[in-house]
């Protein structure tokens, strides 16, 4: 017997249905990790420096975010992909190189402190359909 692929529109929306899903929950885990961020900066911001935690929770965030990036590259969602590889580039080099050899530097809070701010509102666009 031959096995024919299905290619019935049937199976095409349970494998968009499959990918949306993985979607929303790879979403929803970058909001959770971005909100737990955002939470340990707020413990943060009045220590002498950035704890440890707090610059591996960033650094984890962040890599949600290169996720996305490397959707886009292999046409999984839309977006900008040369601002999204500028962008995350710029923030990996700031968060796995820079930040960890100067964590009691003001400006490094506040970089922090503005990414977990526009990650937070981005998200539960995401999540909603609406920014897309």
Not at 16 to 26: P, R, T, Y
Not at 40 to 60: H, I
Not at 67 to 76: C, T
Request: aromatic share 6%; glycine share 4%.
């Amino acid at each position: 017997k031959c096995k024919i692929e299905d290619n019935t529109p049937h199976h095409a929306d349970h494998r968009a249905s499959s990918i949306e899903w993985a979607q929303f929950v790879l979403n929803l885990l970058a909001l959770i990790t971005w909100t737990y961020t955002t939470v340990l900066l707020g413990k943060d911001l009045f220590t002498p420096e950035l704890s440890v935690t707090t610059v591996a929770a960033a650094q984890v965030s962040e890599c949600f975010c290169v996720l996305e990036v490397v959707q886009i590259a292999v046409g999984m969602i839309r977006g900008r992909l040369v601002l999204g590889v500028l962008l995350h580039a710029t923030r990996c080099l700031i968060i796995f190189a820079i930040i960890p050899l100067v964590p009691a530097a003001l400006p490094c809070k506040l970089v922090l402190l503005a990414w977990s701010a526009t990650e937070l509102c981005r998200y539960p666009m995401l999540l909603t359909g609406k920014g897309m």
